[in-house]
């Protein structure tokens, strides 16, 4: 017998997929989504009843889906708005969660309301009718034991419940009010808010039809699973009502092609079916079989490698200092905690990974908007240096996503256990905060005003693996020649076995002995020109950010939003960050001295630098987004709240905690895990899109982790990428060709691209429901005479790597500092006699304009005495996540301590 089916109707939730994979599981059902707005369904066709209604027909049941929004607000339920009032001989049997079941209330003529607070990740008692009425009553309730499940809602039912007598409530909960008769109340839960107890309604069903809603979240990780029962109850009831109806689902194919299987995010579904794809395919083949020196780049290559004890006194960037020499473009990815030892036992901070030679290496660069990527690849060599770039069309409905897949698809292993090494060779690079935004459709405020990519991977065939554990440094080459590649391990084995540095650890050591434990509150903004001058975010601001925030979050467009800010450093630009960094004879105020320092102040397992694609980052995040093995088996490990350690305050606002039990102890409070919980909700949802219905878990839930300078709360959410499946498409990619041997099918191999693309940006970063939180935060975050910039850019992004066989490590760039070679700042007015102090960058006299910067920082035209100076200009995103239980207070301090960190390596210069 065929599985039932269910049409859920999908608000542009970020828990939408939990609930399908939900329905899947405990149904045993095929559930299709449908967006609430598909265009082939507009409430405006003359034709939209009857459409929908033969839509619905092959649907045993539909699911009205949580969201953002109200239910009063036509774009917020589109479609849901008419499900209610099909007619007789189209209805249907219909569950509303949480906004589909407000919906359901404001149909049967309800009100909806705001709560006192909203009840964002917490978790209650529901109160159930579980005896005295059957289940032929249509009690979805029936026989389920107590439970406690997960609020996402700021917004309730009001059917007149605070009219009741609190002496006569115990009788007269479960009986509809005069003035709604279609609503039957099934459940309640109280919320105690001091001078009142609020009762808030949980779950109805409707006297005549076949309609019911839930207002808690049945999906949600913490919902005990008891209450599935109640999701089994509401299908016997359905598929009973169905029989007793006579209803029969029209088995045949939908008209449109709007509904989608859940796994629909997989960088190979493209709407327009096999044509689309076909296209897309041949721009990238064209490019790719045309032979280029950088089509061919990197293919046909096998790993070797060397691998050497690392003395003890080594770390990660003398290794760079040692072999690297002067180049102009640099990937790290340092796990500075391991050496630090602070963190004791970190298996994330066991490796770390120095790209070799990445001016040599590959780029593959995009921007969002484009409809092309480009290619570019320099060379070093003899007689002049010169970069060559290509340009490679995007197909028709082709994404960045799938060039980058075929791409390494054309370069990928085979079946070889490397398990030791994390890396072999591979895309290494980053991934920006708008690059996410344009992979879940929101648009940008502004126009950009630079042209700087949102993507840049380098495909990295030379690196450095350092085991921190194994206290072993792998030197490592993808090389088509094993003469050539020999000679070269040989070469930098030499040149690491014969410095004076690795035998006797001689190095100009700037950073030796800071102290790192007493990082000092921000400064305030100098006013004098030529020195470094910090703009720090105004608190007022900040604050009043956060409550714009929760106006949002009170009116249920939000259930948690990631508010962040920018700090700006405006100081004289470093004379090797123009062209070339030397990191041997790196000045004090050098971007390669600014990553010393920063990793020995705040050391942390995902600390990077990068030079790469115009950007410099320096960064210590401490959190993982997303890892993967060739095998399928993702992990993402979200962090939410957040303590700062050490008894050292920010301006005598708070105090941190030095012990793992009082930060256990401060983060172990509803708000903070609520916090957590609600991106542990969405990173599933992310995951269940790409893996699908039951391939997700949960194994660690709000753990507290001790960090250098804060303790956070971090969860661990895992899925398993399914086996490659067999379409019956007419195209193949490139390198499967070969494997269907022209049988018409094509294997759809899902890797964690497919994963990265479907989860940017992370979750963390953005709150939920990620799509409208973004909107919102778009709004909130450029408002203000304070405000200095407007993209996050790198900041909120991602930055790591996938290598050859197909594994992958990304981390969230946060706690890090940022700047464009093209935002460059010249010509700043100075005060007459003032000391220029800026070294031997200041020339007097000249004129010209080069101010590119997006802030307006350098765009000064004052008159009378002037100085040239060329200036550099970083900036350090920090924010937190703001749920309606946020203060103002409590969150720019927030922000202010992650900022801390960072910021601190200014100032010791
Ligand atoms: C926004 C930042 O951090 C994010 C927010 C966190 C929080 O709200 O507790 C914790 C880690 C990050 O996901 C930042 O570091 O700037
Ligand atoms: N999770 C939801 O569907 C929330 C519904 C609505 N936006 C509210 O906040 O009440």
Sequence with gaps: MDSPRILFIDAYDSFSNNIVSLLTTVLDAEVDILPIDPPHLNPKNPS??????????????????????????????????HVWDLGAKDMVPILGICLGFQSLVVSCGGLVKKLRTGLHGM??????????????????????PPFKATLYHSLHADIG????????WTESRWKSLAHLPDIVPLAWTYEDRGDVTERILMGLK?????????????????????????IRNWFDAALRWNREAGRKTDRSPSQFDGTKKMRRISIWDIDEGNTALKQSVDNFRIWADGGSQLATFGLNANHMSRVLNLPEHIEVPDLVEMIQGAGREYIILDSASAKAGKIGDDVRGRYSIIALDVDGALKLEYRTGNRHVTARLSRTAAPSPQTVSETIKLGAHQTIWQLLSEFWTRRKTQGEDYAPTPFLGGFMGYCTYELGLEGIDVKLREQRRHERPDLCFAWVTK????????????????????SMAQTWLNSVAEGLLGSSMWSQGLRREATQNLDIDEPTPPRTPTTEPTKTQIQIPDADEYEAKVRLCQDYIASGDSYELCLTDQTLITRP?????TDSISPASSSSSSSWTLYRTLRATQPA????????????????????????????????RPMKGTVRKSASSLGGVSEGVSTLAQAERILHVPKEEAENLMIVDLVRHDLHGVCGPGRVAVPRLLVVEEYASVFQMVSVVEGRLPLPQFSTTTTTTPAESSDSGGSGERQQQLTGLDVLAASLPPGSMTGAPKKRSCEILQEVEVGGPHTHTRERSLYSGVVGYMDVTGRGDWSVTIRSLLRWDDEEVVYIPVPRNAHAGCGDNGVEGQDGDRSKDENGV????????????????????????????????????????????????????
């Design 48 to 81: 939209f009843k009857d459409d929908l209604s033969s839509e619905l027909r092959r649907y045993d049941a539909v699911v009205c889906g949580p969201g953002p929004g109200s239910p009063g607000v036509d774009q917020d339920v589109g479609l849901m708005k």
């Design 123 to 144: 978790i209650r008692a529901i109160d159930h009718l579980n005896e005295g009425s059957s289940q032929q009553d249509g009690n979805i309730f029936y026989g389920v």
């Design 161 to 168: 419940q605070e009219s009741i007598l609190a002496e006569n």
């Design 206 to 230: 409707h006297r005549r039809k076949p309609s019911w809603g839930l207002q808690y979240h049945p999906e949600s990780i913490c919902t005990e699973s008891t209450g599935h029962q109640v």
């Design 463 to 482: 690196s450095l693996i350092v085991d921190h554990l194994d206290a072993t440094v792998r030197i490592q080459c993808l090389s088509q020649s094993e």
């Design 573 to 577: 630009r470093s004379p090797q960050t």
């Design 605 to 636: 397992p995902f600390g990077s630098y990068l030079r790469l694609g115009g950007a410099t980052l320096i960064s210590s995040s401490p959190e993982r987004f997303l890892e993967y093995d060739a095998a399928g088996l993702c992990s993402m």
């Design 858 to 909: 350098g765009d000064r035209s004052g008159k009378g005495h002037r100085q040239r100076q060329e200036l550099e200009v970083w900036h350090i995103g920090a924010g937190g996540a703001v749920t309606a239980l946020s203060t103002p207070e409590g969150e720019r301090e927030e922000m202010f301590t992650k900022l801390k960190g960072p910021l601190g390596v200014f100032e010791r210069f």
